[in-house]
T-cell receptor
Framework: SQTIHQWPATLVQPVGSPLSLECTVEGTSNPNLYWYRQAAGRGLQLLFYSVGIGQISSEVPQNLSASRPQDRQFILSSKKLLLSDSGFYLC????????????FGSGTQLSVL | AQKITQTQPGMFVQEKEAVTLDCTYDTSDPSYGLFWYKQPSSGEMIFLIY??????QNATEGRYSLNFQKARKSANLVISASQLGDSAMYFC??????????????FGKGTHLIIQP
C-alpha cells in the first residue's frame, strides 16, 4: 500500500532563517506531487507541483521554492523566511491519471516569529 | 472568479441529525471531478467522496452522499445520522482540465461543522 510521510509536524523559526520541509511517498512510482499551504481558517492554496524528477511548477509567486531530487521525494524550501510564510503546509500525491483523488500527508505547522 | 464556493463558514448540528454542506462550482470544462475532504483538528486531510461530471448517479460512501445537481453546478455533501466524530472542517474541491497545476485540486474555503450532543 502507498503511504506519504511529511516532517516535521511542527516548526517554529525566526524571520530570516532558512526552511526545509520534506515529503516522501512510498509504494508507488512516478507520482504527481504537490505542496499546498493553508492559512489559519482558510482553504488550501496550491504552491508547487511536480510531474517528475527535477520538474517543478510554481502556482503563485512567493518566497518559497521546491525541489524533487528523487522520484518520491518533494522538498519545500526558503532561504529567508518571512512572517507571512506562517501556515499549515500539506504535501500530497496522486497517480498520474485523471480524476484520481489526492492523498495528503499529515502536514507541518510552521510558525515564523 | 472563485471556482469553488462554500457559503457556510460554520454550522452547528444536533447529534444524529442529517447535515447538508453546500458547495457550488464554476467551470466551462465538460469533464471535471468533484471531491469532498474532511479535516479534523489534527490537520490531516481525509478523502470522503468523489463525483465525476459524467457519472449518472449521485455518489455514496457509507453515511456520506453527494447531492450532485449538474445544471445548478452544485455538489452538496450530505452526512446522514451525524456523530460527534463528524465535527471537523469540510472542504469541497474540484479538478478540471482548465485548472492548471498538473490537475491538482482547487479547494473551497471550507465549512466548520460542529456536532452537538
Amino acid at each position: 500500500s502507498q503511504t506519504i510521510h511529511q516532517w516535521p509536524a511542527t516548526l517554529v523559526q525566526p524571520v530570516g532563517s532558512p526552511l526545509s520541509l520534506e515529503c516522501t511517498v512510498e509504494g508507488t512510482s512516478n507520482p504527481n506531487l504537490y505542496w499546498y499551504r493553508q492559512a489559519a481558517g482558510r482553504g488550501l492554496q496550491l504552491l508547487f507541483y511536480s510531474v517528475g524528477i527535477g520538474q517543478i511548477s510554481s502556482e503563485v509567486p512567493q518566497n518559497l521554492s521546491a525541489s524533487r531530487p528523487q522520484d518520491r521525494q518533494f522538498i519545500l524550501s526558503s532561504k529567508k523566511l518571512l512572517l507571512s510564510d506562517s501556515g499549515f503546509y500539506l504535501c500530497a500525491w496522486r497517480r498520474g491519471r485523471a480524476n484520481e483523488k489526492l492523498f495528503f500527508g499529515s502536514g507541518t505547522q510552521l510558525s515564523v516569529l | 472568479a472563485q471556482k469553488i464556493t462554500q457559503t457556510q463558514p460554520g454550522m452547528f448540528v444536533q447529534e444524529k441529525e442529517a447535515v447538508t454542506l453546500d458547495c457550488t462550482y464554476d467551470t466551462s470544462d465538460p469533464s471535471y471531478g468533484l471531491f469532498w475532504y474532511k479535516q479534523p483538528s489534527s490537520g490531516e486531510m481525509i478523502f470522503l467522496i468523489y463525483q465525476g461530471s459524467y457519472d449518472q448517479q449521485n455518489a455514496t460512501e457509507g453515511r456520506y452522499s453527494l447531492n450532485f445537481q449538474k445544471a445548478r453546478k452544485s455538489a452538496n455533501l450530505v452526512i446522514s445520522a451525524s456523530q460527534l466524530g463528524d465535527s471537523a472542517m469540510y472542504f469541497c474541491a474540484m479538478r478540471d482540465r482548465g485548472g492548471g497545476g498538473a490537475d491538482g485540486l482547487t479547494f473551497g474555503k471550507g465549512t466548520h461543522l460542529i456536532i452537538q450532543p
